[in-house]
Each structure stands twice: as C-alpha cells, then as structure tokens.
C-alpha cells in the first residue's frame, strides 16, 4: 500500500532512545486499567511514566531542545504523554462492561467523547500545538488495493469471527439482543465504539507516539493501549490472537493512507460481522443461512 502522496514526511526521531522508558510505562497503564483491573496500579504508572518523561527531557538534549529545519523545536514529549494519560483517564473512569440500557449508553459517551476531546481541546488550545488532527480523507482517492482490502475484510471476518465469539463463549460478554429494539441499539453501540477506536487509539494515541518513535515502537506501543481496551469490552479469551494484529494493521494503514476515513471504513466494516455474528449467536436460527458456526 504506497503512502499517500500528500501525506505530511515522517518526523525525523532516533531509533532508539530514553524516551521509550516514559512512554512504555504510560502505556502499560492500559492492561493495569483494563486487564488485570487495578486502578491504583494504572495511576501509579502514569505518574512513574510522565515523572520519567520529565526528567529524560531535562537531562536529554538531544530529545529536547534540536531544532528542525523550519525551525520548529522537537516535541514535547511530556506534553505528548500527558495527553494519552488524560484520556486513558477518562476511559477508566467507567466499567466497560457491554450495556444497552440508556444509562450506560449516556456513560459511554460522555466518558468515551471527553477521552477524544479533551485531549484535543489541550493540545490545541493549552499547548497550541495541534498534535491532534483528524485527517478525514488523507487528501486522495482509494487505491485498488485499498478497495480489495475492505473487500478481504469482510471476508477474513465472515471466516473468523464467528468461530471465535461462539466456540470460545466470549458473545456472552456482550448482553442479549432478542428484540428490534435491542438489536438496533447493539448496530448504533458496536459502530458508534469502532469509530471512536479510530479517534482516540490511531488518531490521537499513534499519532502522538509517532512524533517521538519509529513507526515499528509507536505502533506496539499503541497496540497494547488499543487490545487493553478491546480485551475490558468483551474481546477476551484467545481473543488478542486478533486484537493485536488488527490494532497494528490500523496503525500501519493510517500510517500509509493518513487518511481516517479509510481506517474506519475498515473498522465499520470488521464491526458489522461482529455486529451480525452477535445477533446470530444470541438468536438460534436467525442467521444460520450466513455463517456456517
């Protein structure tokens, strides 16, 4: 998949650096928070991880003070970290537990929108950096191999989900849709969350972490944010055996296309055999003519 032609050049970063320390320890802030479920632990870990952040950009001056050529100063790193700590959060201000009740949808929402927003609000108006962006198109048409992917999309999740959710159980993690009305609410939730994924874990986690690391790091270290999440929300079991290699398959896609329009049309897409399959599981003989499980 060539990179788009108008995509912006990949920031000039070392290969390796102390910097990696800070944002390792951010990071592993998720699975404390929605893995293993031990809020203090994820605390404690942000703040080893910003503390580091602070004092590698004190006694690293290569890391911080180089100017660019257009002369603009190297990243912040601390500035960068502080904002996926703000939103990581925000996420864990809430059990991430599948409900469709209107409360839980209004909890949903408000904590997954503000971990997107506020975030943003900060490096835009309080840093004024716009390390944040939503880059909606990537400024060119899909390529053919762009438009042969969805298509393979659909069809690896058609060949995989369902063995997945129904023989390992984990539809289960996701509550009964036995009626019109539940049914629709689970299509709007399951969408409404994949696009978000997009915002918060490419656009903002990737995005910030990408400005300091390789692509190689700052897509693990997305990744362990982005399956931590997955893993709370009901993706468990064997289940990172497809996390994992599909949060680094979004971060390389936007990496190449930057263009999140396409990283959620790949998302809306895998969502919806999700979306289907758990409808199947939940109702015997509604969708045996589609999936062969």
Not at 238 to 256: C, R, S
Request: hydrophobic fraction near 60%.
């Amino acid at each position: 998949m060539p990179a788009h032609p108008d995509a912006p050049p990949a920031p000039a970063v070392r290969t390796w650096s102390w910097g990696l320390a800070p944002a390792l320890l951010v990071c592993l802030a998720a699975p404390a928070f929605f893995v293993v479920r031990v809020p203090w632990l994820g605390w404690v870990l942000l703040a080893a991880g910003l503390a580091a952040a602070l004092l590698t950009e004190r006694t690293d001056t290569a890391a911080r003070l180089p100017a660019s050529d257009s002369g603009l100063r190297q990243p912040s790193l601390l500035r960068d970290l502080s904002l996926i700590a703000v939103g990581l959060l925000i996420v864990s201000a809430i059990p991430l537990k599948a409900e469709l009740d209107n409360l839980a949808i209004l909890r949903f929402a408000m904590a997954l929108g503000g971990a997107v927003a506020v975030p943003y609000v900060i490096s835009r108006w309080v840093y004024r950096d716009r390390a944040i962006r939503f880059p909606w198109r990537g400024g060119g048409r899909w390529t053919r191999f762009q438009w042969t992917w969805l298509v393979a999309v659909l069809l690896l999740g058609w060949l995989i989900l369902p063995f997945y959710f129904i023989t390992s159980g984990v539809y289960l993690n996701w509550p009964v849709v036995d009626t019109p009305e539940l049914i629709a609410r689970l299509f709007v939730g399951v969408g409404a969350v994949g696009i978000w994924d997009e915002l918060f874990f490419i656009c903002t986690c990737f995005a910030l972490l990408r400005r300091h690391f390789p692509f190689w790091q700052a897509n693990i270290l997305q990744s362990v944010v982005f399956v931590s999440f997955l893993w709370e929300l009901g993706y468990q079991a064997w289940g990172p055996v497809l996390t994992i290699p599909f949060a680094l398959l979004q971060g390389f896609i936007f990496m190449k296309t930057r263009s999140l329009a396409y990283v959620v049309t790949v998302h809306l897409l895998f969502d919806a055999v999700v979306f289907l399959v758990l409808v199947h599981a939940h109702n015997p003989g509604m969708l045996d003519w589609l999936f062969f499980v």
